[in-house]
C-alpha cells in the first residue's frame, strides 16, 4: 500500500497569463464562475487547491451585464459603517449605476477561497467600466465565455 504525494508545483512552475474577458451581455454568475476559474488557475494542469496558481484576468464592459428587471431591483447589496444604526443597502441597480466594476468583483470574490488566499487571487483581477483599458502592455489575451460560444453557434 503506497500512498500518493501531494503535489504542490514550485513558484518556477507557475506562469502567468493575461485574458481579457468581455462582459457585454453576459449573465453576473456565469462570468463570475469563469473569471475565478482563471483567477484560481483550474483550467491549468498544474492546479493545486492550496496554491495560487491562476492567471490576471481584465474584465471590461462591466456596465453592460445582460440583468432581468426583476433582480436588478430586488437583489440587494449590505454595507456596515460599525456603528449603531450603520446598516446600508443599495439594490443591484443602484450598484450598476455608480459602481459596475464593484458588481462583478463581489460576485467573484464570493467564488473564491478565504483567506489570504482569496485575497491574493483577488488583487489578480481589474475591472473596468467601458471597452477601455491600461493593460495593453501585458499582451492581454481574449477569453471567450462558454455559454456565449455555443449562442454563436
Known amino acids: 500500500m503506497s500512498s500518493a504525494k501531494t503535489f504542490t ?27 475565478a476559474n482563471l483567477l484560481r488557475g483550474k483550467h491549468k494542469p498544474i492546479y493545486a487547491p492550496h496554491v495560487d496558481t491562476g492567471d490576471h484576468v481584465i474584465v471590461v464592459n462591466a456596465a453592460k451585464l445582460d440583468i432581468s428587471a426583476r433582480k436588478a431591483v430586488e437583489k440587494q447589496y449590505y454595507r456596515h459603517s460599525g456603528y449603531p444604526g450603520g446598516l446600508k443597502q443599495s439594490s443591484l441597480q443602484d450598484m450598476i449605476e455608480r459602481h459596475p466594476d464593484r458588481v462583478i468583483k463581489l460576485a467573484v470574490k464570493g467564488m473564491l477561497p478565504k483567506g489570504r ?11 473596468y467600466p467601458g471597452a477601455a483599458h491600461p493593460h495593453a502592455a501585458q499582451n492581454p489575451v481574449d477569453h471567450a465565455l462558454p455559454a456565449r460560444a455555443r449562442k454563436a453557434q
Open 9 to 35: 508545483p514550485r513558484p518556477s512552475d507557475i506562469q502567468r497569463a493575461w485574458h481579457v474577458v468581455d462582459a457585454e451581455d453576459a449573465v453576473l454568475g456565469r462570468l463570475a464562475t469563469e473569471v
Open 117 to 127: 488566499l482569496g485575497r491574493a487571487m483577488l488583487k489578480k483581477l481589474r475591472v
